[in-house]
């Protein structure tokens, strides 16, 4: 069974740049896995960043964007504010209408 | 703007049934896919259900495929999802969530809490 995952952790600088990543344990990502990030603070119901690669949701920031690394989805946040601080889920298309969410990463913002 | 209200949480025993529901509103209903997805007490997010905007084609994750069921009727607005043979570990916040047509979710419910225990 093929895990999507992500760093567990990351940190960013206030007002810096940081890049998440989303990859598979068996194989590459790649468009046609339609990679999706998700944001969420603690208590709150998720909110969807971006879609489909990198097609921003209603109303985020374009400090926010997403792409595909090499061999893995990526999100980069530029400019990190304090209220960035959350946790951010990748989900990716397996086909045959299956999508899997990764473990989530928690980002710091210090 | 898209309104997502989850209802039909709350206790059940092990072996149990629930239905919830996700009243839906602010966007052409009948047009969007539409998601559940769970996530169980300081655990990550788990898609667990997709159906199509028509409700032609209905998939589950193989967790709950079998026990869990969507559903919708696009003349209510209204999507479901029946749970039978409730386990422990199902116990958690279900989410209903929006499909953005474009391959990916796009809008989500703030949530019912599913509790199963004896």
């Known amino acids: 069974q093929t895990v999507v995952t992500q760093e567990p952790s990351f940190s960013v600088s206030p007002g810096g740049t940081v890049t998440l990543t989303c990859g598979l344990s068996s194989g590459s990502v790649s468009a046609s896995h339609y990679p999706s990030w998700h944001q969420q603070t603690p208590g709150q119901a998720p909110r969807t960043l971006i879609y489909s690669t990198s097609t921003r949701s209603s109303g985020v920031p374009d400090r926010f964007s997403g792409s595909i690394l090499g061999n893995k989805a990526a999100l980069t946040i530029a400019g990190a504010q304090a209220d960035d601080e959350s946790d951010y889920y990748c989900e990716l298309f397996m086909g045959s209408g299956i999508w899997v969410f990764g473990g989530g990463t928690k980002l710091t913002v210090l | 703007q898209v309104q997502l209200v989850e209802s039909g949480g709350g206790v059940v025993q092990p072996g149990g049934s629930l239905r919830l529901s996700c009243a839906a509103s602010?966007?052409?209903?009948?047009?969007?896919?539409m998601n559940w997805v769970r996530q169980a007490p300081g655990k990550g997010l788990e898609w667990v259900a997709f159906t199509r905007y028509d409700g032609s084609s209905k998939y589950h994750a193989d967790s709950v495929k079998g026990r869990f069921t969507i559903s919708r009727d696009n003349s209510k607005n209204t999507l479901y999802l029946q749970m039978n043979s409730l386990r422990a570990e199902d116990t958690a916040v279900y989410y209903c969530?929006?499909?953005?047509?474009?391959?990916?979710?796009?809008?989500w419910g703030q949530g019912t809490l599913v509790t199963v225990s004896s």
């Open positions: 969530a929006k499909d953005s047509n474009n391959y990916g979710i796009d809008y």
């Open positions: 602010g966007f052409t209903f009948n047009s969007y896919g």
